[in-house]
């Protein structure tokens, strides 16, 4: 009866931890292949020409002379939908097919780019906010 003890803990053998069999080696996963670095979405080749970049859309820099130009022949200021108005007149030919699309806001791609394009003009310093739905160029000192 005594053989059914361990020595080591006075547990019976098949409670015991010292009785139990040796555990089964662990088999070590294979290691994770290291991921391949991320190529840049454009890479710049030297002496081979980029290629154009199709547009489905004006950018929002595309409308920035036009609005100051705009302002400056209205005196300074002009009321948004004014502005918005001669815009289209004036960009009518340059403006791409997916302009005419509407935003998740229901408002026209291009004019949401007129407005981004209006945001980059005051933090340069070219315009400033003014009254509400009115575009007006910064003053001069």
Known sequence: MADDYCD?????????????????????PPPKPKPKPR????????GVPDKPVRRKWTPPEAFKPV??????EA??????????QELELRAADSLLPGDAETM???ELRWQYAARRARLALIDE???TKGKPGVWELARKA
């Open 104 to 106: 998740p806001q229901g």
């Open 39 to 46: 190529t840049p979405a454009r890479t710049r080749t030297p």
């Open 8 to 28: 080591f803990c006075d547990l019976p053998l098949s409670q015991c931890v010292h009785g139990q069999p040796p555990p089964l080696p662990t088999v070590k």
């Open 125 to 127: 310093g070219s315009m």
């Open 75 to 84: 005196g300074g200021e002009l009321p948004a939908e004014a502005l918005f």
């Open 67 to 72: 609005i100051l130009a705009v302002l400056q």
